[in-house]
């Protein structure tokens, strides 16, 4: 009809849509080979630079032009002066940052800023903290987050501070485990964290931390008792029956297989303890495989550290013939721990 402006049909713009795919596609080829023969031939110049650039932008997973792109900045860098290498590497994170935007869990991103840091003359480690900690707002559970934000406090250690870094970052892994139980990350940076947290505490304080631990765990626990990152935290701190147990000072004890032990603690209070909060859970939540798998672990290690008569042991078979049946999957392991009773 005249004066009627024309609307596209789906078959049309699925047409219009595969067409442009075609050519993007066909470009992407074509930089490509046309990096891969720069580098192949060994070319260092400003226009393979740029075409590095191109790469990253357009696929931050090509970790060939990432590497290429490294190695022409290390052939600059040695003729460059101090001041001049500090600026390209301050441009080089500014394009991670732009990169970052794609794909925040590219291992090849996260990998190319710890070179460019740890090759500039000035790096600002309490800068990159910060960074971590936006993009840790954004995604708390990025993974890749927080492996770069304890490669960034091990820098920050390096340097003179009043500051107890371990301790702050202790408190930031409580304010993310407080928003969400089921951030794995969280719990696991905070194994590594508590130690090192108990080494530099009075003797009259350590006891009432790690009860803490067990009383957030347990919170935890109710809240989504089908979540595995507590568990895995909680038997953490349980730790492994040991046949010795180092000898000698704080320092020399203190490790993250046995935190119990280390403060010289009784472990079989503990454990006896723990079988009756996660017996009562397990009544609550009698179909759930996390808490009758710690369960489990728990009766056997308190089984193996004192000895135990045929009840805890037909106890045990019990809930490993109720894990067959709930988590069915898994069920030849599960039998296999009945053996080995």
């Not at 993310?176 to 508590?194: D, M, P, T, V």
């Not at 492994?240 to 032990?261: F, W």
Request: hydrophobic share 35%.
């Amino acid at each position: 009809m005249h004066g009627r402006r024309k609307v596209a049909t789906t078959a049309e713009l699925e047409k219009l849509r595969k067409e442009k795919e075609v050519h993007k596609i066909k470009d992407y080829c074509t930089l490509n080979e046309t990096l891969l023969n720069k580098k192949k031939d060994g070319v260092m110049d400003k226009e393979a630079f740029q075409l590095t650039t191109k790469m990253v932008k357009t696929n931050p997973e090509a970790y060939t032009a990432w590497n290429y792109r490294r190695d022409i900045l290390q052939a600059d860098f040695a003729q460059l002066s101090e001041t001049e290498v500090q600026e390209i590497c301050t441009n080089e994170l500014h394009l991670i940052e732009e990169v970052f935007r794609i794909n925040p869990k590219s291992y090849w991103i996260w990998n190319h800023r710890s070179w460019v840091l740890h090759n500039m003359p000035q790096p600002n480690w309490r800068r990159e903290l910060l960074l971590v900690v936006k993009m840790l707002d954004l995604d708390p559970r990025n993974f890749h987050g927080w492996s770069y934000r304890r490669s960034v406090v091990s820098e920050l250690r390096r340097l003179p501070s009043e500051e107890d870094i371990d301790r702050i970052e202790f408190d930031y892994t409580t304010s993310k485990i407080n928003q969400s139980f089921s951030n794995g990350s969280a719990w696991h940076y905070r194994s590594k964290l508590l130690p090192s947290i108990l080494l530099k505490a009075p003797a009259d304080e350590r006891v009432n931390l790690l009860e803490n631990e067990y009383e957030l765990v347990k919170s935890a626990f109710y809240t989504d008792p089908e979540d595995q990152s507590a568990w895995i935290y909680h038997r953490w701190l349980i730790g492994k029956n040991r046949e010795s147990v180092h000898s000698g000072s704080l320092e020399e004890s203190i490790d993250t297989s046995n935190v119990i032990e280390s403060i010289g603690l009784d472990r079989v209070k503990i454990l006896e303890r723990e079988i009756e909060a996660v017996r009562e859970l397990v009544e609550i939540e009698p179909d759930s495989k996390w808490p009758l798998q710690t369960l489990v672990y728990l009766q056997d290690e308190l089984r193996t550290t004192v000895g135990s008569g045929e009840a805890v042991v037909n106890e045990i078979r019990e809930h490993l013939e109720k894990l067959q049946s709930i988590d069915h999957l898994r069920r030849h392991r599960y039998q296999d721990l009945q053996k080995s009773l």
